[in-house]
């Protein structure tokens, strides 16, 4: 079964850190592109860092400077390190998997995590 867990979310305040991870099962991570993504209520769903198949990465304006993607193929495993955290990166954290043709992967569909919820307030 194909499959992507989040965790490391929780309660924060404005300048604390936190590490979330996103870990895969039944397939391969080494082959996919990794987004995290993250909606907070009232709100649509946005982008806020990716890593692609060659680590490429790329993060939304808001979170430069703070927020650091890596990945650990070895691990089946995408970090997402939070430094600096403001009221506004309150939100639903999701994991987004997308194949990468380029790898020769013969899956087509892309998957979501079920999410994990970070909270920065004091």
């Known amino acids: 079964q194909v499959q992507l867990v989040e965790s490391g979310g929780g309660l924060v305040q404005p300048g604390g850190s936190l590490r979330l991870s996103c870990v895969a099962s039944g397939f391969r991570m080494a082959y996919w592109n990794i987004g995290w993504f993250r909606q907070a209520p009232g709100k649509d769903r946005e982008a806020v860092s990716c890593?692609?198949?060659?680590?490429?990465?790329y993060y939304i304006d808001s979170v430069k400077g703070r927020f650091t993607i890596t990945r650990d193929n070895a691990k089946e495993t995408v970090y997402l390190q939070m430094n600096n955290l403001k009221p506004e990166d309150t939100a639903v954290y999701y994991c987004?998997?997308?194949?990468?043709?380029?790898?020769?992967?013969?899956?087509?569909?892309?998957?979501w995590g079920q999410g994990t919820q970070v909270t920065v307030s004091s």
């Open positions: 987004n998997a997308d194949p990468d043709p380029a790898t020769g992967t013969y899956y087509t569909e892309n998957y």
């Open positions: 890593v692609g198949t060659s680590d490429g990465v």
